[in-house]
């Protein structure tokens, strides 16, 4: 069964940063293209971002472009999603999740709370 | 950027009984050179990460029980739970990945 274990979440001040990472066992990581997805507390999903297989395309929302960055590791079958210039909006349980274009393994979630 | 929006926000289904969540997107999200709609639906249970249910509007995934359909096509979609259990008390959402910035409808909370 695919396996996917974020970390990194932790609380953080407004205009910090934090560096989310994923990693993903029993599964081709290398050829998938992977997303990062948040949910804020008792509200629902977003979509943050995503990556295609080498890298070289990624995609997010409009309210993390030029803060948020997501990148990977084949090597480490490992996903990051580098947040800067982080907001009190931006608290959520971050998911990282194989994307087929329909997100079809999640992993459980890590805590970000963005507060001072 | 394509917006979804689900309705109802909450439903009351009797035990076996049938439930019908419905999903409407902004803008078609049916690829025409493959007639594909890019829109799935997951289910979430507290405490839980969501779980895919149907991509591509109606295909179920593997494991998923029978009872759980979707359909509809270009804008207007549906899932329907054929004959409600216990278990499948959650929170639906549909998602459109027809193109990014890909997008969740605000959730149907299903309950007995």
């Known amino acids: 069964e695919v396996q996917l274990v974020e970390s990194g979440g932790d609380l953080v001040q407004p205009g910090g940063s934090l560096r989310l990472s994923c990693t993903v066992s029993?599964?081709?990581?290398?050829?998938?293209?992977m997303s990062w997805v948040r949910q804020t507390p008792g509200r629902g999903l977003e979509w943050v971002g995503n990556i295609n297989p080498d890298g070289s395309e990624k995609y997010y929302v409009d309210s993390v472009k030029g803060r948020f960055t997501i990148s990977r590791d084949n090597a480490r079958n490992s996903l990051y999603l580098q947040m800067n210039s982080l907001r009190a909006e931006d608290t959520a349980v971050y998911y990282c999740?194989?994307?087929?274009?329909?997100?079809?393994?999640w992993g459980q979630g890590t805590l970000v709370t963005v507060s001072s | 950027d394509i917006v979804v929006t689900q309705s109802p926000d909450s439903l009351a289904v009797s035990l076996g009984e049938r439930a019908t969540i419905n999903c409407k997107s902004s803008?078609?999200?049916?690829?025409?050179?493959?007639?594909?709609?890019?829109l799935a639906w997951y289910q979430q249970k507290p405490r839980q990460p969501p779980k895919l249910l149907i991509s591509?509007?109606?295909t179920r995934e593997s494991g998923v029980p029978d009872r759980f359909s979707g359909s509809g096509s270009g804008t207007d979609f549906a899932l329907t739970i054929s004959s409600l259990q216990a278990e499948d008390v959650a929170v639906y959402y549909c998602?459109?990945?027809?193109?990014?910035?890909?997008?969740f409808g605000q959730g149907t909370r299903l309950e007995i």
């Open positions: 999740a194989t994307d087929s274009g329909y997100l079809d393994h």
């Open positions: 998602k459109q990945y027809y193109s990014p910035p890909h997008t």
């Open positions: 029993r599964f081709t990581f290398s050829i998938f293209w």
């Open positions: 591509w509007a109606s």
């Open positions: 803008q078609n999200v049916l690829y025409s050179s493959n007639n594909k709609n890019y």
